[in-house]
């Protein structure tokens, strides 16, 4: 049995609904972690002691990740409105298995190994967004 791999517009119909599910978790996260965030440190009762020094930057680097989430996944939801997800920049298209494994993909396998393999992956470490450097 021959299973396609093209995607289809049901299939693009659940790959939206499955971004939009992701969009209002994200999004109901990162204001529930804000909020949380902005209680806890309030000037006046911010403790100064390192432990809560790493705490405050581990929940930044937290929000800054899931900030860049939301934003892979509004910009997937832009493509599918644009009529261009699903294909890459080289003009081929992705493979629906891709697509349904990471919904946020907006590369095919090749261009994410040349990517990868050149070191010019857009995943940041979650170093990149803390104030203080781990040591």
């Given at each position: 049995?021959?299973?396609?791999?093209?995607?289809?517009?049901?299939?693009?119909?659940?790959?939206?609904?499955?971004l939009e599910g992701m969009q209002e978790d994200l999004s109901g996260r990162l204001q529930t972690r804000k909020g949380e965030m902005k209680d806890r440190l309030s000037p006046s009762d911010r403790p100064d002691d390192e432990d809560s020094t790493v705490a405050e930057d581990i929940e930044i680097a937290l929000v800054g990740m899931r900030t860049d989430n939301l934003h892979e996944v509004e910009r997937a939801l832009l493509r599918i409105?644009?009529?261009t997800y699903g294909r890459c920049k080289c003009g081929d298209l992705i493979a629906y298995k891709r697509l349904k494994a990471v919904?946020?993909?907006?590369?095919?396998n090749d261009c994410a190994e040349r990517a990868e393999a050149s070191g010019s992956s857009k995943r940041r470490d979650v170093t990149a967004y803390l104030e203080v450097p781990l040591h």
């Amino acid at each position: 049995m021959v299973v396609s791999t093209k995607l289809t517009s049901l299939r693009l119909q659940e790959i939206k609904a499955i971004l939009e599910g992701m969009q209002e978790d994200l999004s109901g996260r990162l204001q529930t972690r804000k909020g949380e965030m902005k209680d806890r440190l309030s000037p006046s009762d911010r403790p100064d002691d390192e432990d809560s020094t790493v705490a405050e930057d581990i929940e930044i680097a937290l929000v800054g990740m899931r900030t860049d989430n939301l934003h892979e996944v509004e910009r997937a939801l832009l493509r599918i409105k644009a009529g261009t997800y699903g294909r890459c920049k080289c003009g081929d298209l992705i493979a629906y298995k891709r697509l349904k494994a990471v919904p946020t993909v907006g590369n095919c396998n090749d261009c994410a190994e040349r990517a990868e393999a050149s070191g010019s992956s857009k995943r940041r470490d979650v170093t990149a967004y803390l104030e203080v450097p781990l040591h």
